[in-house]
Nanobody, 120 residues
C-alpha cells in the first residue's frame, strides 16, 4: 500500500503563490490533487497519470501546475495567482492501478491534507 504525506501549506495574499509537496512511499500509476473547503464537497484539482500527463480542473487551469520528481517519489503542485476561493485543505491521493480506475471508483490512498489560506 502507498503512504502519502503533504506539506507546504501556507497563508498568502490574493495573487500570491504556494507550492505543495506530496511524498509517497511508492510510485503509483496515478496521482491526484484535491481540495476541500470547510463545509463543502471535495473538489478534484488535478490528476497525473504514469506518463506525467496532467488534467486540471477548469477552475485552476492556467494557474496551477503539477510536476513530479521520480527519484524523490514526490509530486508537486505549484499554485500561482491564488484567489480567496482557493482557500481549502489540499490533499494528494494515489491510485495504484490507472487513472481510469481512479476516475470511476475514486483514489485508493490519501494524505492527511495541508491548509492553504488566501486572503483578499
Amino acid at each position: 500500500q502507498a503512504q502519502l504525506v503533504e506539506s507546504g501549506g501556507a497563508s498568502v495574499q490574493a495573487g500570491g503563490s504556494v507550492r505543495l509537496s506530496c511524498l509517497a512511499s511508492a510510485v503509483t500509476a496515478c496521482m491526484g490533487w484535491f481540495r476541500q473547503a470547510r463545509g463543502k464537497e471535495r473538489e478534484e484539482v488535478a490528476t497525473i497519470d504514469i506518463f506525467g500527463t496532467t488534467v486540471y480542473a477548469e477552475s485552476v487551469k492556467g494557474r496551477f501546475t503539477s510536476s513530479q520528481d521520480k527519484a524523490k517519489k514526490t509530486t508537486y503542485l505549484q499554485m500561482n495567482s491564488l484567489k480567496p476561493d482557493d482557500t481549502a485543505v489540499y490533499y494528494c491521493a494515489a491510485e495504484p492501478r490507472v487513472c481510469g480506475v481512479a476516475s470511476r471508483q475514486g483514489f485508493r490512498y490519501w494524505g492527511q491534507g495541508t491548509q492553504v489560506t488566501v486572503s483578499s
